[in-house]
């Protein structure tokens, strides 16, 4: 998709955010030719920080295709927020009620309508002390499932220097190099067809996130943990997106 063929509110969205990244950060980004150009796409990512969402952001752009992020349904009724998100094409995501069968459809019909999904299947930040990926929640696989869309695998590194989630320190230094690669669609060939049960899905998502996990690893040049990192079950106090 052409960036000029966005419209004035993506295109605004867009001049808005882009030039501060540029200052801010110091960009390496690999292997884009496995962004498809056209069609509907999943794109599964680590999520190492929360700056992270606007550095993948930036690579899908710069691939020459418009993310839609998923977000908490809540924003959406924010004043000026919730309109802003809707013109710029974000998908509203319901958690624990049964409204999340909308935000299922919505995927859907944005994946029909040839759009870029990008999902954090472990749901919230990672949780694992060394920043490794977690193991994931079953939505990515449900909608691979049902759609057939293809599943990119993404990587970042160098996020979580801009805003580590471990201490909640911010830099606002500029420059600070960030690393964005992507794999090859992910074979998920062998469950085609199959019924979407907790095993079949459990099954597709650990494989999904050892895909992720592998991409993190090359990129900090190590090995990733062979059993992704299961995180703690949830105390009293913790916030929902915890839980989620």
Same mark, same amino acid.
Do not use: C
């Given at each position: 998709?052409?960036?000029?063929? &966005? ?5 605004? @969205?867009?001049?808005?955010? +882009? ?5 801010? =950060? ?20 680590? !999520? ?16 020459g295709r418009w993310p ?5 349904? %809540? &924003? ?20 624990? %009620?049964? /409204? ?32 490794w990926p977690m193991r994931?929640?079953?939505?990515? @696989? ?24 471990? =201490?909640?320190? &911010? ?9 964005? =690669? ?19 899905? *459990? ?7 050892? *895909? +992720?996990?592998?991409?993190?690893? /090359?990129?900090? !040049? ?9 995180r703690p079950r949830r ?8 839980? @989620?």
């Amino acid at each position: 998709m052409a960036h000029r063929r &966005l419209g004035f509110w993506r295109r605004f @969205a867009a001049a808005l955010v +882009i030039p501060v990244l540029k200052v801010w =950060t110091k960009r390496t980004w690999l292997n884009m030719e496995n962004i498809p150009r056209s069609g509907g796409v999943i794109i599964v990512a680590n !999520h190492a920080s929360h700056f992270d969402p606007l550095v993948v952001a930036h690579y899908i752009y710069g691939a020459g295709r418009w993310p839609q992020f998923l977000g908490k349904a %809540s &924003l959406w009724r924010v004043p000026v927020m919730g309109p802003f998100l809707r013109k710029v094409r974000q998908i509203p995501v319901e958690r624990g %009620s049964v /409204e999340a069968v909308k935000s299922l459809d919505a995927l859907i019909e944005a994946l029909n309508n040839d759009g870029v999904v990008v999902i954090y299947p472990e749901g919230t930040t990672t949780r694992d002390p060394l920043l490794w990926p977690m193991r994931g929640k079953t939505g990515a @696989a449900r909608l691979a499932l049902v759609t057939g869309a293809p599943v990119v695998p993404v990587a970042n590194w160098g996020a979580q220097d801009i805003f580590d989630p471990r =201490t909640g320190k &911010l830099s606002l230094r500029p420059r600070r190099p960030v690393t964005v =690669t992507s794999g090859k669609p992910i074979d998920l060939s062998r469950w085609a067809g199959a019924t979407p049960g907790r095993a079949v899905l *459990e099954e597709m998502t650990e494989h999904i996130m050892h *895909e +992720i996990s592998g991409l993190v690893g /090359e990129l900090r !040049h190590e090995q990733p943990p062979a059993e992704l990192y299961d995180r703690p079950r949830r105390k009293a106090g913790t916030s929902p997106e915890d839980a @989620a």
